[in-house]
């Protein structure tokens, strides 16, 4: 069935750096993308979200860009911070299925001093 | 404001048992999920209340799952007989949106069932 993926399952940075989470998704219909951050022992936090008729968008820290013409999606965060260590998941829904997400299997990101 | 809470936090089940997992959500939210995500592969969808109603159940796996929401507050989700594959981590999230789009889901910490 169509999903959403990751590229690297683990990733490493230094804190200070940038850091780059990738995703695709295969579901040409998807029109809503939403990041997600879940620390050890708790649930998922929503961190950004983006539609399907924007490229760019920006909040504290992070940004989400959506390519629709490769169907590809990654998340930003400056000045990546020890707090920074999570998994991310990024998500995607379509119109008449807003309540149906469907999930990646998650980045983790490690973030070392 | 409190956020969604489940309990209990750790289920150790053996294989044949009933467990039940109950979800509160936030108060005044409509919407109420249930997602699970085994064998650390990706969290999928369950299932998806709008007050007491199933608006959509199609993600159960089976008939041993029965998940609901009397009264349109909390809800429980019940696992009878449980079996090994029904090991993972169960979330409930919430959310005032009535699914017309931007569905900011609020999650629980969830439930770690391990089945034995």
């Known amino acids: 069935g169509e999903s959403v993926g990751l590229h690297l399952p683990t990733l490493s940075v230094q804190e200070g750096d940038n850091s780059i989470i990738n995703c695709a998704y295969s579901?040409?219909?998807?029109?809503?993308f939403i990041w997600y951050k879940q620390e050890s022992g708790k649930g998922p936090q929503f961190i950004i979200d983006i539609r399907s008729n924007m490229d760019k968008r920006q909040g504290q820290r992070v940004t989400v860009l959506l390519n629709k013409t490769v169907k590809h999606l990654s998340l930003q965060i400056a000045a990546t911070q020890p707090g920074d260590s999570a998994v991310y998941f990024c998500a995607e829904t379509f119109s008449g299925g807003y309540n149906k997400l469907i999930f990646g299997a998650g980045t983790r990101l490690a973030v070392h001093p | 404001e409190a956020g969604v809470t489940q309990f209990p936090s750790h289920s150790v089940i053996e294989k044949g048992q009933t467990v039940t997992l109950r979800c509160d959500p936030i108060s005044g939210h409509d919407n109420l999920y249930w997602y699970r995500r085994v064998m650390g592969k990706e969290i999928k969808f369950l299932l998806h209340?709008?007050?007491?109603?199933?608006?959509?159940e199609s993600g159960m796996p089976n008939n041993r799952f029965l998940a609901e929401r009397t009264g349109g507050t909390y809800s429980t989700l019940k696992v009878q007989p449980a079996e090994l594959e029904d090991s993972g981590v169960y979330f409930c999230a919430s959310s005032p949106y009535p699914g017309t789009g931007e569905e900011k889901l609020f999650f629980g910490s969830g439930t770690q069932l391990s089945v034995l």
């Open positions: 209340f709008v007050k007491e109603s199933k608006q959509d």
């Open positions: 579901n040409s219909a998807s029109d809503y």
